[in-house]
């Protein structure tokens, strides 16, 4: 019997090289086109398990964190927590010496008052001097307009002072004083000099005729603002007010102004509550005719535009001669 073999080919691998034997594939359906069915069934994912973790182990890691993201700004606030402590604590910041205070602006306040508004502060640090305070004790001195108080590294303080600007005499009393344009009454300083008027009335003060109701600053400050504007009218007009030696505030209607007119001769002039210009150069270009009309003129009433009433002292009475009788005794004989 012949045997028969089956030969193979070139290009086929052996059996078993090729490994077993497999159906060839056949594509199937594509995703998009496989028929939804009602029933299929989805799934959830499986949820996973959670581990129980020790609380305290927990905690010390987040604290771990903290402390890393935290030290930078922990040991900033060491470093200002030293030198807080070392700034107020050191004597190299205390205020001590002749030229720890030191003044400016000051003209005719002396330096002795000042030191007296911080003689409680000497030897100790100048952070804790209370600013706003010696700067508000400065404000009670009469002289002081305005005050303010600077540190200065490390051991000094600055004082800054806006001293007031005097604008006439006051009379108060018995005595002169200088009064601002505020009406704050000024003690004269030594060794100064001012050619100003003399303002009479003001309230507050002995001079003053009427009685002060209310503030009595506050009035000062009115009457004074009323002889600024003579003045400032005199100026713009381009009077000299050099003659005024006084002027009297008392009545809030009328300005009085005490004019010389020659060496010890003087006129009250009134020149009411206002156009002082014009009424002043009436009383300049008649006071000579009225002169010599009226030898006693006493005072000039100018409270009435275009008008001039003239007060003259009556000429003084004159006594009767008196006939002295000689008497003579006779003797009889």
Known sequence: MAELRLKKRPSEPDEAEAGPARWPEEPGPALDDEPETPDREFRRPARRARVRRSLGAALARRSLRLLRSA??????????????????????????????????????????????????????????????????????????????????????????IEERVPVAFARVGSRLDLVDEDGVLLPPPPRAHYDFPVLAGLAGTPSATVADG?????????????????????ADGGVSAA?????????????????AVAPGAALLVHLGDGAYLARYKLFLAHIEDWRRN?????????????????????????KPAVAARRRVATRRR
Not at 77 to 106: D, K, Q
Not at 246 to 256: A, G, H, M, Q, W
């Open 71 to 160: 030290w930078p700004a922990l040991l900033a606030l060491l470093l200002l927590l030293l030198a807080y402590r070392y700034v107020t604590t050191s004597p190299a910041f205390a205020l001590s010496g002749s030229g720890a205070i030191e003044v400016s602006g000051a003209r005719h306040l002396a330096a002795a008052r000042v030191d007296r508004v911080f003689a409680a502060d000497f030897g100790r640090n100048i952070f804790f001097v209370p600013l706003q305070a010696r700067a508000d004790a400065l404000l009670q001195i009469p002289w002081v307009r305005r005050a303010a108080v600077l540190r200065i590294w490390p051991d000094r303080l600055r004082v800054e």
């Open 243 to 259: 003659a005024i030696s006084e002027v009297r505030l008392n009545d809030p209607d009328d300005l009085v102004a005490v004019v």
């Open 294 to 318: 009226y030898p006693r003129l006493q005072s000039v009433d100018l409270r009435y535009d275009g008008q001039a009433i003239l007060d003259s002292a009556p000429a003084p009475a004159v």
């Open 214 to 234: 209310g503030d009595a600053g506050a009035q000062r400050r009115a009457q004074v603002r009323r002889y600024l504007d003579l003045r400032q009218a005199l």
